[in-house]
């Protein structure tokens, strides 16, 4: 029989609140009286299109390599699956083709994604 797993128990949270710069004083105070501690802490985190900018000139193209490579395909299985000439597959995936919403259709079908994520 399995030993179940012993979890301690955290007695804090942490909250991330956005809010006008304007009332971040009153925010503070307010939530220091709650009992919160270092209430103010800059994000480190940054968004995808600055962390990889060299992505963000073909968008579609990179979305359309990363689901197929989710799926395990090669260009030339999506291509079976779709009805899409492999060439074609290349070409919208270095962003040299353009993909239409009758291709990204096609391909969502085949990789089971939604097709909007191509336009």
């Known amino acids: 029989m399995l030993e179940h797993t012993k979890k301690h128990h955290t007695d804090k949270t942490t909250l991330f609140f956005e809010e006008p710069k304007e009332n971040e004083?009153?925010?503070i105070t307010?939530?220091?009286a709650l009992g919160f501690k270092n209430t103010v802490r800059k994000t480190t985190s940054i968004s995808w299109r600055d962390a990889f900018p060299e992505f963000t000139?073909?968008?579609?193209?990179?979305?359309?390599?990363?689901?197929?490579?989710?799926?395990?395909?090669t260009q030339a299985t999506l291509s079976d699956f779709s009805g899409i000439p492999r060439l074609h597959i290349s070409e919208m995936e270095s962003g040299e083709r353009?993909?239409?919403?009758?291709?990204?259709?096609?391909?969502?079908?085949?990789?089971?994604?939604?097709?909007?994520?191509?336009?």
Do not use: M, W
């Open 25 to 27: 004083r009153e925010a």
């Open 30 to 32: 307010i939530l220091k």
């Open 57 to 73: 000139s073909n968008e579609p193209g990179t979305c359309l390599v990363a689901a197929r490579h989710k799926k395990n395909l």
């Open 98 to 119: 353009p993909i239409d919403q009758e291709t990204a259709k096609k391909i969502s079908v085949a990789l089971d994604i939604d097709y909007r994520i191509f336009l």
